[in-house]
Structures are given as C-alpha cells and as structure tokens.
C-alpha cells in the first residue's frame, strides 16, 4: 500500500512490507550472502533496553542497495521480528524532480502506524512531536518497528525521522556517506562474476523457465555491464525480447556503444549515473569537474599526484576532491590508487570535451617518469631530481604506473600528440628492458613510439625506436630482426650526425652480430667501438666496450684475452661507482673462469655477482648469479651448497617475473633431491 502525504513539492510514497514480497516487483534479487547477514544481525531484536540501531546501506547507483534492504526488511517480517511493522519510504534523493524533505514524511508515516488523520496535526514541527512520541508509545507496546530511508541524498532528509528510543531499527541506502551518528556503515560493491551471471539467468528464466542462454558467454556479457546489478537486469531484459541473440552477440553490442544503451523500458543506467552526478555538482562543484576529467586517465586506476595535473590543481585540492567522489561512490579507493566503475567511466566520455586535461596529464606522467628514469640511470655522484628519495622509489613508482605508462602512449599517439608519444616510450625503455624485462610488451611500446615518428617526421626519434627495437629484439633471440633494426639506427644516426648514439647503436650491433655466430664481425665491430670511446674519453661508455669485447672473445673460446677484458670492464665500472654493471661483469668473469676449470676463483666471482645485483634489487640477474654459482659449486662437488643456491635462483627468477627460468630451477630442483633419496647420498 502507497500512501500520498498531503504537502506541496515532491509527494513522499510509504510502502508497508508485507511478508512473501522480498523486493520490488519486477526486481530479481541474488548473492549477497555476507552483506545480507550483516543487515539481518543489525535488525535482530536485542534485549527491551537495547538503544536504536541505524544501519547506513552505501554504494553507487545500480549497485542494489534498495533490492538488499527491502529483501531484509522482508524476511525481517517474515521472522516476526516487527510486530510494529516495517516500513519503505522512498525519499528520491537522486531524482531530477527534486528529492523528498523529510518533514513531509512524518504524516504518511503516522497513517501507516493507525494514527487517525484527525490526530495529525499540519505543522511540520508538531507532526515531528507526534511522530516521535508514536515511535515511543509503539516500543513500550513491544510493537518494534522497521523504517527503510531508501535513496536519501543527504543526512538532512533522514535526521528527523530516525527513531531516538526503544527498540526500534532504521535501514538508511544511500548513494553518498552520509554523517548519521552511530550508524553502522555497509558499503555496497558491484557483484561477483558468479552472483552476476546467476542474476543475469534468474532474470531470464523469470521470463522462460527454458531460457538458458545465461550458460553460455554470460561472464563475457555481465563483464559489459561492470557486474552492475541493475546493468545486468537491463541485459536480462534485452535478451529476453530478442530471443535470438546470444550472450556473446549483446556483449559485443553493449561495448561498442555509449550507456544510453544499456536502457530497457523505463530501466535505464544513464540517467541513473547523471543523477548520482548533478546531485555532486550542486554540493561541490570542484569535485564533480575532477570527476568528469578523471577518465581521460588511460589506464585502470590513477594516482592523487597524476589527478592533480588531470585537474590542474594542487595535490591537496585534489585529495579532497578524490575523497568527496569517494564518499559519493563514484570512485573507489584500492591500493591507494583511485579507480572508476567502468560505466562510470563510459558515460562520462560519453560528454567529454576537455583535450586541455588529457595534455597536462600526460605531461605529469612525462615529467615524472624522466626523474625515475634519471634514477634508474644514475651513477654515484651524478645529481638526480628530487622528486624521488633514490632507485627503490623510481622503480616502485614505475610499476605503480605501469599501466597508465603504458595506455599513455597508445592514447597520446590517437590523439596526435606524437612529441608526448616518442618521450613517454623512450623514457620507460630502461625500467622495461633492463629492470622489468618486459621485452613483448615494450616492443609493442616502441612499435607505436616508431608509427608516430614516422609520422610525425622525427627522424632522430626514428632512430632511437629503432635502437630500443634491436634490443628487444635481441632480448627475444629474434637476433636476424635484431640486426636489421640496429642497421636502421645507424643509417639514421649517421644521417643526423650523432656520433655517440652512432657507437650505442654499433656496439648493440656487435653483440647481435655475435648471437649470430658471425664471431669475426662481432670483434671488429666491438674493436672500433673500443678504439672510439678511448678517443673521446669516454670511461663509462669504454667500460661497456671492454664488456662486449670480452663476450665475443669468450664466444671465440680466446678465454686468456676473455678475461683479461672483463677484468678491464669490471675495474672501470668500480672506479666509476657502477654497481650494477660490475654486478653483471663479475658474473661474466665468473663463466670464463669456469670454463678455465679455476672453479674456486668461479664460485668467487659469482658471489661478488650475485652480491651486487641483490644489493642494487636486481633479482633476474640476481637469479643468473645464482644459477652460475650452483653450477661451480657442483664442479666442486659442493652438492647441499648447490641445491641451496638452486632455491635461491628460482625465487630471484620468480620474484622478477621470469616464470620460465623460475620453473625450470624448480624443476631441476626436486630431479636432484629426488635422486639423492634414490641413491642416499
């Protein structure tokens, strides 16, 4: 029964809850297990003192915040824990024809409770004290009642109609976080895959019980609808008119559309979203323009420093703004990095218009990432941006970016901001080839880095992409592209008379070159490199070249010569402070030396590697380190040593990512063990 209070404005509707109606007609309700035993826990009577419990149901439009009180409230009923009665009264905060004010609901309510229309007064303030001293008489009736506050969009429309005595319960669903003292808060978050699809089939077979098309590609088609409840009621809804179309067929209409589609009758998610949005806009207009600029952000979450720059504001604004759309369920907190319900996010760049905010943006993740990159680069002594306490940092940012990094170029480059393109691939070169290792997903990278310039006519950043290529190249034992891609470099290099990136490119093509087996070229080509840097006095870059050149005459079995360079490698990379490339020689050294049978100056050699590389965090080549050190402790008959090392190899190798080498460590592992139970020894 609906009950029209007799006031101007919007006209407040009381639902009685009867027992055997869990929710609304027309709305499925399933899962929730845990939210709904925490909401029944709340609304079971307590003992005849107890004070009254207010339970604040929270979440973004769509989510079921109104499904799971009212299926409460009703199996509430159903317990006989309501003698009073339970009560719905909606209040629209949210909706565009203005919400209900709570002193409009007290006469309403007061008819619902048997109060007879010529008790309540027609004053506000005095059907307050009617309403209250009601609630009062009622609890020392024993007759307890439930007042579900759905859609309330402010603490305001909510504060006079709380019960202040007896024991009472009050359910208040609401879109924000709204300051109700002692309230108990229950945050409402988008269902899970399984509870989604068993919504999605529940909702058709309510139509046929023979629909099954929920069996197949239903996880494909509620992923479209962001695990939205009130998203897959729509979609339930679609399909069951169109008997023909698939799951898969929907999901793949859905996606390619804005969310207006996402409409069946009078259901729909957009207007759902805008309200939810107006309603923020009025209260704080700072936090609803930082909403509606957070999806430029390409990647899947964003950080307060990177919002800041989206918005150009301060950090601190920005912070306040994040928490605001935060306590409005428009944007979620996780990791300490904010992110946005995917439908959100499509219906906000349904209406985006600011390109300015996308500029700034990637500026931010430019600028930031040349400090990382700076200190990933860095050598003792030399001056970093202050941005970062040191490499740790650099490279935690990093990987907390990952992803946006990532997004970043491939968005920047549609947006024809190729500049923004060719620096932000170039930049994160070093924290993916030589950190990260991410060779496959660097090449693509680099191969959009490549298209823009070409584009673009930046034939010096031509070069460069093709140099970052050869190496990601080499990395993946694509060693015949490799050589092509350097040779593409150096013909660019020579063209714009870059000498310097002219011997980077030549002595990355000398060590492809030699992964070829073309030993004699891999000399020569190492040999000039050599020759240049000593000319130009360069110590840094001679120190690598002295490196090159010991692996191709290794390669060549000329281990005396092998060794003597790597020594030469190692004492240049310790007098310039370069610890990770000493790391990386000793652990060359440590191979000839083995191959020279010296297998207590190997082990030696090793340790001094794998010491190293722990100590810059380093764990691939840490992992390398390892793994040499188990073999010569093995040539030495070393065997517990051996094993132990062979552990430590695997978790360096896992740790890094490096599934492969992690798994074959493991693998090796437990043969040996194996064997030795078998023999006993």
């Known amino acids: 029964m609906f009950v029209q209070a007799p006031t101007a ?62 299926f409460c409230a009703a199996e509430a009923v159903k317990r006989d824990w309501f003698p009073g009665g339970a009560y719905v009264v909606d209040l629209q905060g949210y909706s565009p024809g203005g919400m209900v004010s709570g002193h409009s609901v007290f006469a309403p309510l007061l008819h619902q409770f048997g109060v007879p229309a010529k008790e309540v007064p027609g004053e506000p303030a005095a059907q307050a004290a009617v309403y209250d001293q009601t609630l009062r008489v009622l609890a020392r009736q024993g007759q307890r009642v439930l007042l579900v506050l759905d859609n309330a969009s402010t603490a305001d429309q909510v504060k006079g109609l709380l019960p202040t005595t007896g024991d009472h319960r009050a359910v208040v669903t609401t879109r924000d976080t709204l300051a109700i003292p002692g309230a108990r808060r229950l945050d409402l978050n988008v ?52 008997p023909d179309t698939s799951c898969a067929e929907l999901a793949t209409e859905l996606a390619s559309t804005s969310t207006d589609a996402f409409t069946h009758g009078e259901t729909k998610v957009a207007p759902v979203l805008t309200a939810s949005i107006d309603v923020l806009a009025v209260r704080d207009p700072g936090a609803a323009q930082l909403l509606r600029l957070l999806p430029l952000n390409p990647g899947p979450d964003i950080s307060t420093e990177a919002a800041a ?17 935060r306590q409005a369920h428009l944007i979620n907190l996780v990791d300490r990095r904010w992110r946005m319900h995917d439908l959100v996010r499509r219906h906000l760049l ?6 300015d905010a996308f500029v700034r943006l990637l500026d931010f993740y430019m600028m930031t990432a040349r400090a990382a990159d700076a200190h990933l680069r860095a050598l003792p002594g030399q001056s970093v941006p202050e941005d970062f306490t040191g490499r740790d940092q650099a490279l935690s940012w990093f990987d907390a970016e ?70 990601a190249l080499r990395e993946m034992n694509q060693h015949d592209e490799a050589v092509t891609a350097y040779e593409h470099a150096l013909e660019i290099f020579r063209e714009a008379d870059e000498p310097a990136r002219e011997s980077l490119a030549l002595s990355h093509l000398g060590v492809a070159l030699g992964m070829l087996g073309k030993l004699d070229e891999a000399l020569a080509t190492h040999r000039h490199v050599l020759a240049s840097h000593q000319e130009t006095g360069d110590r840094h870059a001679e120190g690598i070249a002295w490196g090159n050149l010991a692996s191709a005459l290794r390669d060549m079995q000329r281990l005396d010569e092998a060794a003597t360079a790597f020594g030469h490698a190692r004492d240049m990379f310790q007098e310039i402070g ?29 340790e001094h590697a794998r010491d190293i590389l722990q100590e810059v965090g380093d764990r691939h080549y840490e992992g390398v380190a390892w793994s040499n050190l188990a073999l010569a402790l093995t040539d030495l008959h070393r065997v517990d040593e051996a094993l132990h090392c062979l552990r430590e190899a695997a978790a360096a190798y896992s740790d890094s990512g490096d599934t492969d080498n992690a798994e074959a ?15 006993g020894s």
């Open 665 to 679: 460590h493991q693998q090796l592992l437990e043969k040996i063990e194996a064997l030795k139970k078998t023999t």
């Open 402 to 471: 990952r992803a946006n990094l990532v997004a970043s170029v491939t968005s920047a480059k549609a947006a024809n901001q190729f500049v923004h393109t060719m620096h932000l691939a170039f930049t994160i070169a070093t924290y993916q080839l030589t950190w990260r290792r991410d060779f496959t997903e660097y090449l693509f990278v680099n191969q959009v880095a490549l298209d823009a310039c070409i584009k673009s006519g930046k034939r010096l950043g031509e070069g460069i992409a093709w140099n970052n290529m050869g190496r």
């Open 9 to 70: 404005g919007v006209v407040p509707m009381v639902h009685a809850v009867v027992g055997g109606q869990p929710v609304s007609p027309g709305v499925v309700f399933v899962g929730r297990h845990d939210e709904t035993e925490r909401l029944l826990a709340a609304l079971a009577p307590g003992d005849a003192a107890s004070p009254v419990v207010v339970s604040a149901v929270a979440g973004m439009g769509g989510v079921g915040k109104t499904a799971l009180a009212r």
């Open 191 to 242: 269902l899970t895959e399984v509870d989604a699809v068993a919504l999605l089939d529940k909702a058709l077979r309510e139509h046929d019980p023979d629909d099954d098309r929920a069996s197949y590609g239903a996880a494909v088609l509620v992923g479209v609808c962001g695990l939205l409840p009130l998203a897959v009621r729509i979609a339930a809804g679609l399909l069951a008119d169109e």
């Open 578 to 606: 370069d610890r990770h490339r000493e790391g990386w020689t000793w652990n060359e050294l440590g191979l000839v030396l083995r191959q020279q049978l010296e297998f207590d100056k190997a082990v030696t050699a090793f």
């Open 309 to 325: 720059a989206l918005g150009g504001v301060s950090v601190d604004v920005a912070r306040t703004s994040l928490r605001a759309l």
């Open 350 to 355: 349904d209406h985006m218009k600011d390109s």
